[in-house]
């Protein structure tokens, strides 16, 4: 286990979390990357990553490409309990990648967001597409 430990909620299919993925190696930090499409999410988990971001959760309620509007979850009255209670049951609808370390918990969209949580940021990073970041 690092002294600076980095935990990341991870879709490889995704570019933002692959470019989040390649910062943080980036930055000299080798994270563990949780690829929770496959292993899926925990009431107990959810909650204490949204007590740490300070939001609930439909900050992290991902639309594009999943089943939320069949879902009725885009309703504004849809309860957090509700809520959580369809990500666990629908991984896809968690928005990604989420960066969890001691310095606190981020939805790292953009992939910049990750520098708000890391304790050493490279000088820049370049993403997949050629864009150049300085952090």
């Known amino acids: 286990m690092s002294d600076f430990p980095v935990t990341v909620f991870h879709n490889p299919a995704c570019g933002t979390s692959r470019n989040v993925l390649a910062a ?13 499409l496959k292993t899926g999410w925990t009431e107990a988990r959810l909650r204490d990553l949204l007590t740490r971001m300070g939001e609930g959760p439909r900050a992290i309620l991902r639309e594009k490409g999943t089943p939320a509007a069949e879902l009725g979850l885009l309703d504004a009255g849809v309860s957090d309990d509700a809520l959580i209670d369809a990500m666990i049951a629908h991984p896809i609808l968690v928005n990604r990648p989420i960066v969890q ?18 304790d ?16």
């Open 24 to 36: 943080i190696r980036q930055a000299g930090r080798e994270p563990e990357v949780v690829e929770y």
């Open 101 to 118: 370390t001691p310095l606190g918990v981020v939805l790292a969209r953009p992939s910049e967001r990750v520098f708000d949580v890391l």
């Open 120 to 135: 050493v940021r490279p000088d820049s990073f370049v993403k997949e597409d050629g864009e150049v970041v300085r952090s």
